[in-house]
């Protein structure tokens, strides 16, 4: 089998090179992110492997049809680029890795709180220049404080497991409650506007849907308590960025922590150090100095990264070897909510997939 891989780094050659004859997979790396005028690279390909910045949009899917390829394999949980429409139209499956490293995300993410609330990256510039003073250092105890989390898929679980170590009140969003988690773990679902208004810190682990699409934007941050800290670890597009900076040049928002950006692709995964910076918000988002923005980076342990190249490769070899869609990507006509009926299959998977 021939998969051609767009979006790659050295780091995705690396792994996926000693998994490769393993399962009997010739692979050809490219280093640009698919769009529909290099997807004739995937020429000959059976199958192309794609990550979080590719743009598998109506015509990029089309010409991959024309050329051939029969399988998209995402090598990432969210699946958000892909246009699963045209590709359903085009006869195209599509499948990811569900589960790879909750922990790596949900323990990114409380890097990031810890970071905003106790000034770490000021302090760390600051000794290093010779400044030992406290002015503007001072954070709160996390301990008592309430955190709202949106979406209690297998991330916030990680996440809630972590702050309710800290002693804070977890409340939580989520279109599909579990009533048997919650009861199991303490926490209590309540309706957004509510979380909204209750929570010291946001931290947003749903999809980005059509229902999810910069669900945080001025009226959801006016709801919000004045100084509350916002954590994304999931997608860009969840967040309206320009709401986000006036709401931080007002001080309603108190600190945000960003993982993703909903431009994103062209800077994240890039060495950009030596260009001038032509994204006006990102550059006003990075004049702030309660923000801290990494470049897409929660996944990014040893662990994760391995799990990822290891569920990838299966599911290749079994589209291969036996016709077989594993972790297949399964759109719901009826609603903007893809995720949840592409996830719900995958939740047995947790148990091996994750660590
Ligand atoms: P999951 O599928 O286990 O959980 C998602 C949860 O969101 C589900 O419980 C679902 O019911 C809920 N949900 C669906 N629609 C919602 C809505 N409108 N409002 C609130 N909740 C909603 O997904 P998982 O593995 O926990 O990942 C969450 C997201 O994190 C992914 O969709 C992906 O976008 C992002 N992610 C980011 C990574 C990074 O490196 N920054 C790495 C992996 C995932």
């Not at 004739?40 to 598998?56: M, P, S, Y």
């Not at 919000?224 to 969840?238: F, S």
């Amino acid at each position: 089998m021939k998969v051609v891989f767009f979006g790659t780094q050295p780091y995705d050659r690396e792994t996926f090179d000693r998994l490769a004859p393993e399962y009997g997979i010739e692979i050809v790396y490219h280093r640009s992110d698919l769009d529909a005028c290099n997807a004739v690279l995937a020429q000959g390909a059976d199958a192309v492997c794609l990550f979080v910045n590719d743009r598998a949009d109506a015509p990029a899917i089309a010409r991959l049809r024309e050329a051939g390829v029969r399988l998209i394999a995402l090598r990432c949980a969210g699946f958000n680029n892909v246009d699963l429409e045209a590709a359903a139209r085009c006869g195209l499956p599509v499948v990811r890795v569900p589960a790879y490293s909750p922990h790596a995300v949900a323990e990114h993410a409380v890097a990031l709180m810890l970071a905003l609330n106790r000034k770490i990256h000021r302090a760390y510039w600051r000794t290093r220049d010779g400044n030992f003073s406290l002015h503007g250092l001072m954070g709160f105890d996390m301990y008592g404080k309430t955190a709202g989390i949106v979406g209690t898929g297998k991330i916030a679980r990680e996440l809630i497991r972590i702050l309710l170590g800290f002693g804070m009140e977890v409340v939580a969003y989520d279109p599909f409650p579990d009533a048997d988690y919650a009861a199991q773990s303490g926490i209590g679902y309540l309706p957004l506007e509510e979380l909204y208004a209750r929570s010291d810190v946001i931290s947003l682990h749903c999809p980005l849907t059509d229902r999810t699409r910069r669900m945080i934007d001025a009226r959801a941050i006016a709801m919000m308590k004045p100084g509350v800290m916002l954590i994304n670890t999931g997608r860009g597009m969840l967040i309206r960025t320009e709401d986000l900076i006036e709401g931080l040049k007002s001080g309603r928002v108190g600190a945000a922590g960003l993982d993703v950006y909903e431009e994103e692709a062209g800077y994240f995964y890039e060495d950009t150090s030596d260009r001038v910076m032509d994204d006006d918000m990102l550059a006003r988002l990075l004049s702030f100095r309660n923000v801290i923005v990494t470049s897409h980076q929660a996944f990014f342990t040893r662990e994760a990264v391995d799990n990822i190249a290891r569920t990838t490769m299966e599911n290749l070899a079994a589209f291969d070897r036996r016709g077989e869609l594993r972790n297949e990507v399964v759109r719901d006509p009826l609603s903007g909510s893809r995720a949840q009926r592409a996830a719900e299959p995958d939740r047995t998977d947790d148990v091996t997939v994750c660590l």
